[in-house]
């Protein structure tokens, strides 16, 4: 594992990608409806207002939810601190880098795990060199949006080959 935890989600890293992005639909997990790219409602800057509260209120999968990291990372690296609040005309990519850090992160989560399979050597070194790339890399937004197309798939065609 790299110094940095790039799992480790930091919110007061972020800008509320989560709230912003994310949709979620009325029922036991959700008080209300909320559409994909839409602040919610209990959003106050890049804080939730019901933060100490979610759970009475309605809200325990805010609870559950981890990002694993994604928000914080796109805020500070991608964007260098930058947030779509006080430039709006980064909204859109933002989400989208967001989106695509997730799948990142991911892929991370799960080659960490793979350590704990019994791989062959050359399959394991593989697995290790997935790793060291995505947890070390410096991504930038084009490159999280062709990330779906090409190394993601490669990490998932070899997720197939050992069995996961």
């Known amino acids: 594992m790299s110094q940095t935890d790039r799992l480790k989600t930091d919110c007061s890293k972020c800008a509320a990608l989560c709230c912003v992005m994310l949709a979620f639909?009325?029922?036991?997990?959700?008080?209300?409806?909320?559409n994909p790219c839409e602040p919610c409602r209990n959003l106050s800057?890049?804080?939730?207002?019901?933060?100490?509260r979610l759970t009475q209120e309605g809200f325990p999968g805010c609870v559950a939810y981890d990002c694993l990291g994604?928000?914080?990372r796109v805020?500070?690296?991608v964007?260098?601190?930058?947030?779509?609040?006080?430039e709006?005309?980064?909204?859109?990519v933002?989400?989208?880098?967001?989106s695509a850090m997730r799948e990142v992160h991911k892929r991370i989560d799960l080659l960490r795990a793979a350590e704990f399979l019994s791989l062959e050597p050359?399959?394991?070194?593989?697995?290790?060199?997935?790793?060291?790339?995505l947890e070390k890399h410096a991504w930038s937004a084009p490159e999280l949006n062709e990330f779906e197309f090409g190394l993601a798939l490669e990490i998932d065609l070899f997720f197939h080959e050992i069995g996961m």
């Open 25 to 34: 639909d009325k029922g036991e997990d959700f008080a209300f409806d909320k």
């Open 45 to 52: 800057g890049h804080k939730c207002s019901i933060h100490d």
């Open 70 to 72: 994604s928000g914080n």
């Open 75 to 77: 805020i500070q690296e």
């Open 79 to 86: 964007f260098g601190g930058q947030s779509w609040q006080d």
């Open 88 to 92: 709006p005309r980064l909204t859109p």
């Open 94 to 98: 933002m989400m989208e880098a967001f």
């Open 122 to 133: 050359g399959a394991d070194q593989k697995r290790r060199d997935y790793l060291d790339y």
